[in-house]
């Protein structure tokens, strides 16, 4: 069964410290992957999305993600993180990037100044 | 560009009533779009897939008779709550994709649903 996993339900960071947060899928073959971040109350916002080419992706509000086949992994980053990232961060996966998507259970990013 | 709307961004219903809630594509033609269910803390679950003028296809477990999806124009779907129970209450996100081959799903901003 096709499955994504966020392993980190809950991570805190201070305010200028670097961000990884993990993102692991299970497919039959190397899907469209996304990252999306979602604010209290509100939508998913695309912050970035691979589907083929480099594996190192450069997303909006200074994230990136790097895609690594042989570990099923598709984490995000970012140097220096900001309060405003505070937010829940979603990862999904899909057979192509306008079919029907499956998230992974989401991790909730605190930023503490 | 690739705006999603939904509205109401919030209601509040008595048990045993019907909700109505609207996705639209503000300024692109969705041939797809689709409703997710979120829980409290927890991820977004698909409920189903609505193709302009097709019936919708429903995700395991989704009755579709309780959530009616009507896509009826390729900037506008409604996804219909019937007979509202408290254990409906949730917070409903749809998507749209602006047609076959493009790659990106684009969403609303969420309607939270409570059923009193």
């Known amino acids: 069964a096709q499955s994504v996993t966020q392993p980190d339900i809950h991570i805190t960071v201070s305010e200028g410290a670097s961000l990884e947060l993990r993102c692991n899928y299970s497919y039959g073959a190397t899907p469209y992957l996304f990252w999306y971040v979602q604010s209290p109350g509100q939508g998913l916002q695309l912050l970035l999305k691979y589907f083929s080419g480099d594996t190192l992706v450069q997303g909006i509000k200074g994230f990136e993600a790097e895609f690594k086949r042989s570990q099923s992994s598709f984490n995000l980053r970012k140097p220096s993180v900001h309060w405003s990232d505070a937010a829940e961060y979603f990862c999904a996966a899909g057979t192509g990037g306008g079919n029907k998507l499956t998230f992974g259970t989401g991790t909730q990013l605190k930023v503490e100044l | 560009g690739a705006v999603v709307s939904q509205h109401p961004s919030w209601v509040i219903c008595k048990s045993g009533t019907s909700v109505k809630i609207e996705c639209r594509s503000l300024?692109?033609?969705?041939?797809?779009m689709f409703w997710y269910r979120q829980f409290p803390k927890q991820s977004l679950m698909l409920m189903a897939t609505?193709?302009?003028?097709?019936?919708?296809?429903?995700e395991q477990g989704v009755e579709k008779d309780k959530f009616l999806i009507n896509h009826a124009s390729l900037t506008l779907s409604t996804l219909t709550v019937t007979s509202a129970h408290p254990e409906d209450s949730s917070f409903y996100i749809c998507?749209?994709?602006?047609?076959?081959?493009?790659?990106?799903?684009?969403f609303g901003p969420g309607t939270r649903l409570t059923v009193l």
């Open positions: 998507s749209a994709r602006a047609g076959p081959g493009t790659d990106t799903q684009y």
């Open positions: 609505s193709n302009e003028g097709s019936k919708a296809t429903y």
């Open positions: 300024d692109f033609q969705a041939t797809t």
